[in-house]
């Protein structure tokens, strides 16, 4: 199965004066793994909870990373 965020550790070179972060990430959109949008997929029951998830279908919801709340693999 795909994942929305990747990871991968950047080239760190002895002769760097500052060293980066660790981990960095980033995101992919969920309609990147979808080639086309098929027929009958499954819709949100309410239509407040199609609108807090900002779409009709649960498929094509990727919610937002907290920016001041990083991940573990990031303080490493």
């Known amino acids: 199965m795909y994942t929305q965020y990747k990871y991968w550790r950047p080239y760190y070179s002895p002769f ?3 060293p980066p972060m660790k981990v960095k990430s980033y995101s992919t959109p969920p309609q990147l793994y979808m080639g086309f ?3 009958g997929l499954a819709q949100y029951q309410t ?3 199609a609108l807090f998830s900002g779409t009709l279908w649960p498929q094509l919801f990727s ?3 907290n920016p001041h709340k990083r991940g573990s693999e990031e303080n490493e």
């Open 16 to 18: 760097d004066p500052c």
């Open 47 to 49: 239509p407040k909870e």
């Open 63 to 65: 919610p937002y990373p």
């Open 37 to 39: 949008q098929p027929y």
